[in-house]
């Protein structure tokens, strides 16, 4: 995710932390394939945009997100909409003291080593919660690979083999 993004979200969190009109009304912007391409077409200017954004009936009642959304579309910054929801959704997450871990493994672990693993991470980074997004990679050979507020660790077959390889390098070229 992008720096300008993050600062985005940030920003819209610090005066309208509303994630679920938040949600709502940027997915009815994305999913409608027509007005997407619109309001990230670089050949329409961005006051035509904001006059598009300003006749969506979802946005009606919701001043601070309709203007928004019109400096995204002013500014030629409207495809940062996806990373900024995703910014928006880890800031709503730190803000209850909880993070977004992305687990990836060859198998899925039973509700005991998920529990175990929550624990652990939330000792290590000081959080009461940690939601798993979960993805299966058979190229990982065993063990898993996680990654939580920037933080990555390799605890796979794969990593270890990759370590024990440049290991074997480094001594070959010492």
């Known amino acids: 995710m992008s720096e300008l993004a993050r600062r985005y979200a940030l920003a819209l969190y610090s005066v309208c932390p509303d994630e679920q009109t938040l949600e709502q009304t940027a997915h009815v912007l994305m999913d409608d394939t027509t007005l997407w391409q619109t309001l990230c077409s670089p050949a329409i200017q961005g006051q035509e945009k904001a006059r598009v954004l300003a006749r969506l009936p979802v946005l009606d009642g919701h001043g601070l997100l309709l203007n928004f959304y019109r400096l995204l579309a002013e500014k030629g910054r ?77 605890k796979s077959v794969r990593g270890a083999l990759s370590g024990l390889g440049r290991q074997l390098e480094e001594r070959r070229m010492a």
Request: proline share 4%.
């Open 78 to 154: 409207m495809t940062l909409l996806p990373e900024i929801l995703e910014a928006f959704n880890e800031e709503v997450l730190r803000q209850k003291g909880m993070a977004r871990c992305r687990l990836s493994c060859v198998r899925a672990p039973d509700a005991a080593e998920l529990d175990k693993l929550r624990r652990a991470l939330c000792r290590l980074h000081h959080k009461q919660d940690v939601i798993f997004e979960i993805r299966t990679d058979p190229s990982l050979l065993g063990g898993f690979t996680l990654e939580i507020e920037g933080v990555r660790y390799d």
